[in-house]
């Protein structure tokens, strides 16, 4: 028979359900609110460089050959060197009579932020007749955004932002967080500005959990996923501890570091522990909140304490800052150690080979540079010092920095005046060694210093004219820089091998000016510190952001801390607060 037709309500009734399940649907999936962003968000972003690997380098009756990764590039001799180019700034330059073998180096080609090349150095090992093989590994560029967003009782959400690697935050100003129209924007005031502006905005995702930020005066999108309770990250300094901490010895590696225990250094095991505990249970309630990467202790010769935090160890490459301007100091006396045409009295101008504009430059002497009294114009807390590191590196006139610092204004005779703090004059100093050995600098780096200290990863980084920029900031694993203080309390020797004389180890980290309320000797900082019913006189290499090799001959003692509260006054709280009130307490005499 005939199928009776439904009712024509009950069709009706059928059809509105299913018209309305979709628009039921969509109610029940409100807009996000601010709410919903409550929690720490983290953002990493890797630049490379790509091009990395085994390397394998040989020589035919045809000409020099270098294999990286497939790429095969022919070589061309230069002064004595075979130079391979890879193209971008990427070359491999090796130096076939490098004392001690083979040796040569990566310049890996600018990078998206610090806008330079870094020069890191490849260890080739036989591999055959006329062959050698090694690795490229040049210098990782990360940047890491950690994000906490906190509603507040007044319903406003706070933010700040937190970047181990650059200490963005403290540039960047982001103070909170808005929803307007479904899109989320980072609220500050940036580089100083005076009015509030929108310093990042874009979309949240909800169903994915990620947050994408542009951030207009950085030029790049982050993509922030939010750090779940109880997962760890480095925003926190050991991720999310659980148990208490307890010390455990250094272990024992192939770095030339014999290792020890601070009971048998005589340093408080309790004390230390509590003073590591102090570090881990830190709360991190803003951008200023100290941030250190790592804290080293070695006595007597032995290294009896390391530890690192916000994700650091000891495998990782560190910026040195302004502390590698003492190792420019070292590096000056191992020249001289070696042999070289160098002395503190060398002059200057004649030294670069340019004519002096007036006879207070043609007076100046490498030991005004070692002592920041060159007179030149170029204070680098001064923003209108026309020789200040940052006028320096921003202006693209002149790309030769020798020249810019030789044709600096003077505003004193050299030495007639208090030191000035200014990377300038370091930086020239390199050239003047350079000059005076005859050698580039990567090359007296490694075979004076490096090669007899047992450092073989580092990166230095370049100036526009590829030679490596000595007023700071080369990279170094944390124990290889530490080596730095123990050769100069070793009095110029590493391992019963010298590196510089005895008596430029004790000028170079004597108070030989005063330099505010601290003094300075060779490129080396010197301050007293209180110890016990006393006090005791310490030197040191320090950096921004917290890098610090301090030596206390008196108590046989090297210290090391890293950190990233780069541009920020936090950055001395190691050697303000920690040294004094933990450290220093802990030690017997």
């Not at 967080?177 to 989320?184: A, K, P, R």
């Not at 982050?222 to 109880?230: A, I, L």
């Not at 881990?280 to 530890?307: F, K, N, Q, Y």
């Not at 420019?328 to 002395?343: E, F």
Request: charged share 20%; hydrophobic share 40%.
């Amino acid at each position: 028979g005939v199928v009776p037709r439904r009712p024509i309500l009950a069709r009706v009734l059928l059809w509105s359900l299913l018209l309305a399940a979709p628009v039921a649907a969509a109610a029940a999936d409100p807009a996000p609110a601010l709410g919903d962003l409550a929690g720490l968000w983290e953002a990493s972003a890797f630049y490379g460089p790509e091009l990395r690997g085994p390397v394998v380098v040989d020589r035919t009756d045809k000409g020099w050959r270098a294999d990286l990764r497939g790429r095969l590039v022919p070589g061309r001799a230069a002064d004595g060197r075979v130079l391979f180019d890879f193209g971008a700034g990427r070359t491999l330059t090796l130096d076939p009579g490098a004392k001690g073998g083979p040796g040569a180096f990566w310049r890996q080609g600018s990078g998206p932020f610090g806008g330079y090349s870094f020069i890191t150095p490849v260890d080739l090992g036989a591999d055959g007749k006329n062959r050698w093989r090694g690795e490229v590994r040049p210098l990782d560029d990360r940047n890491t955004l950690y994000m906490p967003v906190r509603i507040g009782p007044d319903g406003k959400a706070g933010v700040f932002i937190r970047n181990p690697e650059r200490n963005a935050g403290r540039f960047l100003r982001i103070d909170h967080l808005e929803m307007v129209d479904g899109e989320v924007r980072l609220m500050g005031k940036p580089f100083g500005a005076t009015d509030e502006q929108v310093v990042g905005r874009g979309p949240f995702d909800p169903d994915n959990g990620i947050l994408s930020i542009y951030i207009q005066r950085v030029g790049q999108t982050y993509e922030f996923h939010r750090v779940e309770p109880g997962q760890p990250c480095g925003f926190h300094p050991r991720g999310l501890p659980t148990v208490p901490y307890r010390y455990a010895p250094p272990p024992a590696r192939s770095d030339g570091w014999p290792v020890g225990t601070l009971t048998e250094a005589g340093i408080s095991q309790p004390d230390i522990e509590r003073f590591i505990q102090t570090v881990i249970d830190l709360p991190v309630e803003g951008m200023s909140t100290s941030d250190v990467h790592a804290i080293l202790i070695a006595r007597h010769g032995r290294l009896v304490l390391e530890e690192y935090f916000h994700g650091f160890d000891r495998d990782t490459l560190h910026d040195t800052r302004s502390a590698a301007k003492s190792l420019t100091s070292t590096l000056a006396g191992a020249v001289i150690q070696a042999g070289y045409p160098l002395t503190t009295l060398t002059p200057v101008y004649k030294t670069m080979d340019t004519p002096a504009s007036d006879a207070r430059k043609a007076a100046m002497t490498v030991e005004h540079l070692l002592m920041q009294t060159s007179g030149f114009h170029c204070d680098d807390s001064d923003p209108k010092a026309p020789g200040n590191e940052d006028a320096m590196q921003e202006q693209r006139e002149q790309p030769d920095w020798y020249r810019f610092a030789l044709d600096l204004p003077m505003i004193s005779a050299p030495g007639a005046a208090a030191p000035v703090y200014c990377s300038t004059q370091p930086n020239l100093l390199g050239g003047v060694i350079a000059r005076a050995a005859g050698r580039p600098l990567e090359d007296l780096f490694r075979d004076l210093i490096a090669r007899p200290l047992g450092i073989t990863r580092y990166a230095l980084n370049t100036q526009p004219g590829g030679q490596p920029y000595m007023g700071g900031g080369v990279y170094f694993l944390p124990r290889d820089f530490m080596k730095l203080g123990q050769l100069m309390l070793n009095g110029g020797t590493w391992q019963g091998r010298r590196v510089v004389s005895r008596e430029w180890a004790a000028r170079s980290t004597s108070p030989l000016e005063e330099f505010g309320d601290r003094q300075y000797g060779y490129l080396w900082w010197s301050q007293e510190y209180p110890y016990k019913n006393g006090k005791v006189r310490a030197y040191y290499a320090g950096g921004n952001g917290g890098q610090i090799v301090m030596v206390v001959p008196d108590l046989d003692l090297v210290i090391c801390f890293w950190g990233g509260n780069y541009s920020d006054p936090a950055l001395f709280i190691p050697q303000r607060k920690y040294v004094p009130e933990f450290i220093l307490p802990a030690v017997a005499r």
